[in-house]
């Protein structure tokens, strides 16, 4: 095995490049830090850090895809943002061991939704400057926003599974740009968590740090990956990955 910090750099490209196209970070950010021998809650409050903290590097590169999408962006992101600040408060007083049974049904639910053929988009151009008109946010895209950004913050392994299936459904627009909103959502809920765990929290600085800097690359260059792929493919690339890491963590969870 590589020396700490050069398994955590390179973890955080996979994990950039994965979290940034599919939400699938903490698939490998997550088992890195156990296995640099962090426990399970401290491990998991530095890699929200290191989410948080590389999370920019997704955003800068996803401009393109974001024109134009401000007001949808606004709309949301208190949602999530509320969502995160309960679920990072949540990690501070209750044990993970209360998802840990019930997240690989939500993330092979949430797989299963992004097989589904999209909404129609108005254009093909992911970067189009105008946004097609959205559905409007009900009662329980509401509920779902706040749950997700509850999840994210509390554990997040997945997250973005989850948020990308609840806006494929909500938005009416191409993958790449409906991904783009979600790197911003999800974002915003690490960062608000993320800042509870700094005060109140149990963080590794010398694991977050290589974590982060490989995060940023991967995050940074999986957009410019996923602009150029097929969105059939990247749809069922997402939901399959999606539904290993709910096998994945449903083993880990009956153990």
Known sequence: MPPAPVLLVLAGVAAGLSGSMAGLASLFSYPALLAVGLPPTVANQTNTIALATSSVGAIVSSRPE???QRARVLRLLPLTVLGGVIGGALVLV??????????PFLVAGASLVLLRPP?????DDPAAPTAPADGRPGAATVLGAIAIGVYSGYFGAAA????????????A????????VKNVLLGASNAVAAIGFVVFGDVVWSAALPLAAGLLVGNYTGPVIARR???????????VAGLGLAVVLFVDAVR
């Open 66 to 68: 974001l024109r134009g």
């Open 94 to 103: 209750t044990p993970s061991d209360t998802f840990a049974l019930i997240v």
């Open 119 to 123: 909404r129609p988009a108005q254009g």
């Open 160 to 171: 973005g599974v989850l948020m990308l299936a609840l806006l494929s459904r909500l938005l």
């Open 173 to 180: 627009d191409t993958l790449v740009r409906v991904n783009a």
């Open 229 to 239: 792929l097929p969105p059939a493919v990247l749809r069922v690339g997402i939901a």
